[in-house]
């Protein structure tokens, strides 16, 4: 296949399956040690399923803009919708999120290994080894990196069912009371935190997610998903306050702590470093994924041909980010606060605003014949 430049570009094919969990693992990447919905505090499993409303027409946005123009991404219908000009433009602001989205998680992950395992390591060390194999698997492509989730997954699914029974005998169940303590305001608040951190930061699959089987492959990938990921995140959510209470929101990385205080016996304990290695791997996914949609993004835009030659310079500048972006972790967490409405254009209203766009001219090219050429012209591309 060739690109814009006319040069031979391999075409990545991802499947239905691998999409789900790549979108799952992407999900729940960061949310492990983070935790989610912390201003509801013990209610912060109810501000999880308060998001779902939320979160369900968004997905829609999203899956719905893939959908509209099979095997294109983002920054194709960007281009298509509103003209090279205006496009590229816009692409400009989501490359910055997907580029600064990657820094802010590498260095969520610097921080938690930081302080979980290697206190005397200086961060960019640490820094550096993330992104380094970030950037080594992504010279193989996406395709590798979808294939590489599916088969991570399990594992990560298996640690949780065997790690979070072994939590729960350290857990109180009254720790989940009272519910609805200081009323909705704190559960709505969780709930809007919840929904941009980290159900909202799936647009970033619209400039990954161009070479999907079918129409309908988008809204499997995103709402199956989310299906998984919630599951997962109510588990842990759940078992961090039974067994943590109030601290589990006051608390840097609420699982990790949850899961340190297992001792059964004296044969089992400190399983929390094995917890660790999964979360790591979660978040590689993650990090890897943002920086593919940031070099996908500069090199269309620049019409600089295979993404691939890119990843290394893009991925370092992503490290040096990363490494600049926090002092400490009390300002890491402070971020954290503002984040929901800093990504309130990226996320809800420039994703509407392009969707609208993409209707109208979809109905448009139909209304004078030019959207069956299209469509045929993509069928023999694929």
């Known amino acids: 296949m060739k690109n814009e430049r006319g040069d031979f570009v391999r075409k990545e094919i991802i499947a239905d399956h691998q999409s789900i969990v790549l979108v799952a693992t992407f999900i729940f990447g960061s949310t492990l040690i983070l935790g989610t919905g912390g201003d509801a505090k013990q209610d912060a ?75 005397e390591t200086p961060p960019m060390v640490i820094i550096f080894s993330m992104g380094l194999v970030c950037i080594l698997a992504l010279k193989d492509g996406i395709e590798l990196l979808a294939r590489l989730a599916t088969f991570l997954l399990p594992f990560i699914l298996l640690l949780i069912i065997i790690v979070v029974p072994l939590s729960l005998t350290q857990a109180h169940p009254e720790n989940l009371k009272p519910i609805l303590y200081e009323g909705w305001k704190p559960v709505i608040k969780g709930a809007f935190s919840t929904f941009s951190f980290p159900f909202g930061e799936t647009i970033i699959f619209t400039m990954v997610l161009s070479t999907l089987k079918t129409k309908k492959s988008p809204y499997k990938s995103f709402y199956f998903a989310l299906v998984i990921s ?19 929101s006051m608390v840097y990385f609420p699982s990790y702590i949850a899961v340190s205080v297992i001792n059964i016996g004296d044969f089992l304990q400190r399983i929390e470093v094995t917890v ?6 979660a978040g590689f996914i993650k990090i890897s994924v943002c920086l593919y949609a940031a070099c996908n993004g500069i090199t269309k835009i620049f019409n600089l041909g295979d993404y691939r030659r890119f990843v290394a310079p893009i991925g370092l500048f992503m490290l040096i980010c990363a490494d600049n ?11 954290i606060k503002y984040y929901p409405y800093y990504v309130i254009p990226f996320q809800i209203i420039l994703p509407i605003i392009i969707l609208i766009g993409a209707e109208i001219k979809v109905r448009k090219d139909r209304g004078q014949g030019t959207g069956d050429k299209e469509q045929g012209t993509e069928i023999k591309e694929r």
Do not use: C, Q
């Not at 816009?90 to 395992?117: D, K, P, T």
């Not at 660790?276 to 791997?281: G, K, M, P, R, Y």
């Not at 972006?325 to 971020?335: A, D, G, R, S």
């Open 230 to 248: 919630i599951i997962i995140m109510l588990i842990i959510t759940l078992r961090n306050i039974m067994v943590l209470g109030h601290m589990a």
């Open 45 to 119: 499993w109810l501000a999880i399923l308060v998001a779902i409303p939320m979160v369900i027409p968004a997905l829609f946005v999203y899956a719905r803009l893939l959908s509209l123009y099979p095997g294109k991404d983002l920054f194709d219908i960007l281009n298509r919708v509103f003209g090279s000009f205006i496009g590229k433009f816009i692409a400009l602001f989501f490359i910055w999120y997907a580029f600064h989205l990657g820094a802010l998680v590498i260095r969520n992950f610097s921080e938690f290994m930081e302080i979980a395992a290697m206190p």
């Open 325 to 335: 972006i926090y002092e400490n972790t009390m300002e890491m967490l402070e971020w």
């Open 276 to 281: 660790a290695v999964i979360f790591l791997f």
